[in-house]
């Protein structure tokens, strides 16, 4: 069984251990490798995903004592149990749906009234910029030898992308349309 | 003091309010209204939110009577309280960047072997009738009288729209990868 399978976070971290083990910080990385920076991972995050997916006996944790000069003496690793692979097939069988669309721009534009028109407009060319950092950070990734590992990472690539410059889009209008209103209204 | 502003939802029910106070399920339509179908709001999910801004002393309940033969005697109204515009302004100022894309699709895309290929088919044929329904229902809202509102319901309409039909673009994407990775490499 695997709660939280509302979490896309849970079947992920699950599948890259099912591929082979690893340590917390090598799997934040392998996430962030695979997902891209839109996915806007934080290391810390994983750890709960861990715990919980170790308290369903799906993971579970192995010290191993690491080699040679380095300062940290040992290394906790996760290794996917016999009843991983069970629980991630059933999880890739789940039915998925659209998310919801629930941003915090878009709650304010929603509410605003037109003297907030300067806020808004503020707030887009924020929500802008960081549209355009996560655009210029996904296209640095360098391409995987495998071929399938290629063809996911392609996919996930471009989903990040056309959103992006959907919202770009958007924005733009955005901005035009508040502007149009302030100055029709004289405001 | 709002706190939970990382919640849209927060920012948005003290938005209506301040508007107008409300009952629950009424607030709850105003929301739907405003916010459109890709929200997907549920109705008791805005329960504990309108207790947090109580908390927060930025609401007050009151329990208005019902005139008349209705079976229910008493419905609970919130009102905004004085704390609440400044509250609200503090809201509208916050910066606001671009969220993470972290769906359950790309999730599973991302961590998919080869063998998945027939789940992920599937799952892209359910989250395409998904983006498909919110479009059908988000083209059936009525354009508002006033002005400014009318501005504010086309960007939040215009957002679902630009979005849904970017997820539209890439699922056909998708489709057509997996389906040729899967006919080269003869499975």
Avoid: N
Wanted: proline share 6%.
């Amino acid at each position: 069984m695997m709660r939280g399978a509302g979490s896309p976070v849970t079947g992920a971290l699950l599948g890259l251990l099912l591929e082979r083990p690893s340590y917390g910080y090598e799997l934040a990385q392998r996430v962030d490798a695979r997902m891209g920076p839109a996915w806007r991972l934080t290391t810390s995050s994983i750890y709960p995903v861990l715990d919980r997916l170790e308290s369903d006996q799906l993971i579970e944790r192995a010290v191993k004592d690491l080699p040679g000069r380095s300062r940290q003496r040992e290394r906790i690793m996760y290794h996917a149990t016999d009843a991983a692979p069970d629980a991630f097939a059933r999880w890739m069988q789940q039915p998925v749906r659209k998310e919801p669309i629930r941003t915090e721009l878009l709650a304010k534009i929603a509410v605003a009234r037109p003297e907030d028109v300067p806020a808004l407009l503020a707030a887009l060319d924020e929500y802008e910029r960081s549209c355009l950092d996560l655009l210029a950070a996904a296209g640095s990734a360098p391409a995987p030898d495998d071929a399938w590992l290629g063809v996911v990472a392609g996919l996930v690539a471009e989903a990040a992308d056309q959103h992006l410059r959907a919202d770009l889009a958007w924005v733009a209008l955005a901005r035009r349309r508040l502007r149009e209103f302030a100055s029709e209204s004289g405001r």
